[in-house]
């Protein structure tokens, strides 16, 4: 019997590697997608932990992702760009970083799915 054919429909959709996080001084929602289109999201409560180690949660949270969104006020969202860059050195990967009011997680993965599309 010979090698069995396949197509590209017999392949599993791979989507890029992506994550949404918004923050502020007090908390963070983090939305990522796999590469087989799973969807995983988190909250992060700083809490009393100081600035430099809620950040490195929240980049740990990403992960080394290859589109990142930030959203967020300003203060909060360029400390976490600057962490972001600067525990993975990958600043061509933040696609986007903006203003942004409160939201909650379904914003989050609706942002996410856009951003994977």
């Not at 600035?51 to 976490?80: C, F, K, M, Q, T």
């Not at 379904?106 to 996410?112: F, G, K, T, Y």
Request: aromatic fraction near 4%; hydrophobic fraction near 45%; proline fraction near 7%.
């Amino acid at each position: 019997m010979g090698p069995i054919e396949t197509t590209n429909q017999d392949r599993p959709r791979t989507v890029p590697e992506s994550a949404v996080a918004w923050i502020n001084g007090r908390q963070a929602i983090v939305a990522t997608m796999a590469r087989d289109g799973q969807i995983f999201t988190c909250e992060i409560n700083r809490g009393l932990s100081p600035e430099p180690s809620y950040l490195a949660l929240v980049v740990h949270a990403l992960g080394d992702r290859e589109r990142v969104v930030i959203l967020g006020p300003s203060s909060a969202r360029l400390a976490l760009e600057r962490e972001y860059v600067a525990i993975y050195r990958r600043p061509d990967r933040l696609v986007d970083v903006e203003p942004a009011g409160a939201v909650n997680t379904e914003d989050l993965v609706a942002r996410l799915r856009a951003l994977a599309a």
